[in-house]
């Protein structure tokens, strides 16, 4: 019990640390609504998820062991990132509504959020270097693995989804068009900060 109160103060401080996730939730949540935000945090748990199983089947060891491939990785997380900040900004001068079209914004949405995890190699390495640290044994089972894992992901889940409680609450305030437009170019340029953050903060990992 002691060693799982651990991990799960741990995760929840990993999480409560600024990162991709935390900027992009409160850039899609302030300016689009609670429920394009939703969707995209169903995007990063998914993607959490599937990159904790693969670095359990041994992927995330062969990223750690190949500088190449994680290079590969890094970069293609602060292209789309900056990507993101673009679009972001580019989307700030239409104040037209797309309420119409609900279905398909959630999912490119939940597709952002995906993309966003699944090009992150610091995701992987919490898998395979901080995450065993607490397991009882080194012979593990799979089981135990995948438990924690899944702590993990309800964890920051719960974490995604306060943030787009509190950004979406700016969402009405937003309505008129110029506060809109500038709050979206300026968390726009924030999640482009965030982009070169990620890519200065792993250049030596």
């Known amino acids: 019990m002691e060693n799982l109160v651990a991990f799960m103060a741990a995760a929840l401080l990993i999480e409560l640390t600024p990162g991709p996730n935390m900027a992009f939730l409160a850039l899609i949540s302030a300016t689009k609504g609670r429920r394009h935000g939703f969707a995209t945090v169903a995007g990063v748990a998914l993607g959490l998820l599937i990159i904790g199983l693969l670095s359990a089947a041994g992927v995330g060891g062969l990223i750690a ?3 190449a491939l994680f290079q590969v990785l890094r970069w293609g997380g602060i292209a789309y990132l900056l990507y993101l900040a673009w679009d972001g900004w580019r989307d700030a001068g239409d104040s037209a509504t797309k309420e119409a079209d609900v279905s398909h ?3 490119t949405y939940f597709r952002h959020g995906l993309t966003v995890n699944l090009l992150n190699p610091k995701a992987a390495l919490f898998f395979i270097t901080i995450l065993p640290t607490f397991l009882l044994s ?3 089972s799979w089981g135990e ?3 924690l894992t899944l702590i993990y992901v309800a964890i920051a889940t719960a974490v995604h989804i306060v943030i787009v409680v509190f950004a979406g609450a700016f969402h009405r305030f937003l309505d008129e068009p110029r506060r809109r437009l500038w709050t979206q170019r300026i ?3 924030a999640l482009a900060g965030v982009a070169i953050w990620f890519g200065w903060s792993t250049r030596e990992i």
């Open 65 to 67: 062991r190949s500088p």
């Open 138 to 140: 080194l012979r593990a």
């Open 105 to 107: 914004g959630n999912w």
């Open 145 to 147: 693995i995948f438990s």
């Open 187 to 189: 968390l726009s340029l």
